[in-house]
């Protein structure tokens, strides 16, 4: 079993950095895809990014895409969601999730992660 910490979220404004991070105990991280969820307050989970075990390849939302880097540590057992320039819109609790199975069909399919931490809030103010 693995446990997920997310950390890093906070209250800030618009035009602001972020840098997330999801720390894992129980097993090591490396043999794992990995993704990073978001939820609005009323609205469905929604897939942000998702790296591969190795960190060779990223997939993003559209929503996300040039604004935000998903990198990971595998020695420190930690990934990573760094966000730029945020909009209000980005507003959300922030989720990390393990995903066993590939990320080549269906990355922001949530259905497909395993493991998921407990979340931290980001609110971006305009």
């Known amino acids: 079993q693995v446990q997920l910490v997310e950390s890093g979220g906070g209250l800030v404004q618009a035009g602001d950095s972020l840098r997330l991070s999801c720390a894992a105990s129980?097993?090591?991280?490396?043999?794992?895809?990995m993704g990073w969820f978001r939820q609005a307050p009323g609205k469905e989970r929604e897939f942000v990014a998702a790296?591969?075990?190795?960190?060779?390849?990223?997939y993003y939302a559209d929503s996300v895409k040039d604004r935000f880097t998903i990198s990971r540590d595998n020695a420190k057992n930690t990934v990573y969601l760094r966000m730029n320039n945020l909009k209000p819109e980005d507003t959300a609790v922030y989720y990390c999730?393990?995903?066993?199975?590939?990320?080549?069909?269906?990355?922001?399919?949530?259905?497909?992660?395993?493991?998921w931490g407990q979340g931290t809030q980001v609110t971006v103010s305009s």
């Open positions: 790296i591969t075990s190795g960190g060779s390849s990223t």
């Open positions: 129980g097993r090591t991280l490396s043999s794992y895809n």
């Open positions: 999730a393990t995903r066993s199975l590939s990320l080549v069909n269906g990355a922001q399919i949530s259905s497909r992660y395993n493991y």
